[in-house]
């Protein structure tokens, strides 16, 4: 009845190959915001948080947090791409994971409306690819 899923997809057709990919989106998203993120880089990426402790004792460089928001980023950008196969949406994942996030940690969005932008990103990933806005 249902094919088996392969990575990437296919850009959708229809409603329901469009909700499949939605939904890997998400499960790829979860993935990347909780148990790859991890303590390190959860409170590290938040420039007004007192940076994490390195494991070797040593002073914790300078700008930490741009490096570890910034790897942050590139793991949810990564699933993007894996999930969809389009290197352009994983670049707007990049940016728009970092724009959702920095605001997040200056206080000007709550956890809960973090992510429902984060969702609300993959939702317009989708979209385009089924409106046919993005070619290979």
């Not at 392969?6 to 979860?30: E, K, N, R, W, Y």
């Not at 389009?86 to 940016?95: D, H, K, N, P, R």
Request: net charge negative.
């Amino acid at each position: 009845m249902f094919e088996p899923l392969t990575l990437p997809f296919s850009p959708p057709d229809g409603l329901l190959s469009a909700l499949v990919l939605f939904f890997a989106l998400v499960i790829g998203h979860a993935f990347a915001d909780f148990p790859l993120q991890g303590d390190f880089l959860s409170r590290g990426k938040n420039r007004n948080a007192p940076p994490p402790p390195l494991a070797d004792g040593k002073t914790t460089p300078a700008n930490l947090w741009i490096y570890l928001m910034s790897a942050h980023c590139l793991i949810h950008a990564g699933f993007v791409w894996l999930i969809s196969g389009y290197a352009i949406l994983a670049l707007a994942e990049f940016i728009l994971h970092w724009l959702i996030d920095a605001a997040k940690c200056e206080g000007r969005t709550s956890f809960a409306q973090d992510q429902w932008l984060h969702v609300a990103t993959k939702l317009v990933y989708v979209g385009l690819l089924w409106a046919g806005l993005i070619h290979a």
